[in-house]
């Protein structure tokens, strides 16, 4: 999911308008001579600041000096793994406190959060098109349904409609591990077992980064110790709450 938001690299604070409704003069028919109804709308400030995302990773000398050459590239890819894995975890849990706010984190927070789909013990058919109520027409062309590993394979795929056929088709050729409903279904373990998400991250998130990631060593002489440093700013932000549904178990 994180790779389908919205990427921006903008230096410094970055400010958007979140369009949240029209309390008057929508489009209508109107009658010759009448003017038409002048629009109000509605509108909150979005602020991307910059929040630090780091890795470090301590070696001493003499094992550096005893390693084989792959060694440093390890270290290296496993800084970056971490950090991958960072931020596909946040970009759903970041409680907007010293990191940036997650998407689970802000749907849980709406007031009533009316896009979100309860169930008891396991998802079922009826679960799942009400989920798909939960997007907004025009978000729905890009949209795709996210899972972790567990949920699809123990949920997903054993959910059946009416007739007892299974709603999950396995299919590896769109992009992801099968289709639902004409979506594709992608493996996402940034989320939570129980939780499926419906959604269009391009059109629904934002994220601006100050500072890419970088990778950095320095030596400590006193500590022998060389420093490897996984270092990124970034920040990011929901843009519209209706181009997401999250269907989980009650009580999550």
Known sequence: FYGSIRKLN???????KKHTGITQGDASFVA???????????????????????????VSFKLDAMSISEFLPFI??????RIGVALGTKVFTGTGSNEPKGLVTELKAESLTPQIVTYKTAPTYADLTQLM???HPSYA???KIYANNNTIWLQL???????????????????GVGRIFGYTVVMDGGLADGQILFGNGGAG????????????SQKDLTSRETIYLGYM???WAVLDNKAFGLLEKAGE
């Open 157 to 175: 795929a054993n959910i059946l409609d009416g007739e007892n056929r299974p709603v999950f088709i396995p299919d590896a050729t769109s992009g």
């Open 205 to 216: 998130m934002v994220q601006n980064t100050n500072e890419p990631l970088s990778i950095q």
């Open 133 to 135: 109520t939960k997007v």
């Open 141 to 143: 062309s890009g949209a």
């Open 32 to 58: 010759e001579g009448t003017p038409a109804e002048d629009e109000k709308n509605t509108f909150a400030e979005i602020q991307l600041n910059g929040f630090e995302l780091a890795k470090l990773v301590r």
């Open 76 to 81: 290296q890819k496993e800084i970056a793994d």
């Open 10 to 16: 903008v230096t410094g604070i970055l400010k958007f």
């Open 233 to 235: 700013i970034t920040d």
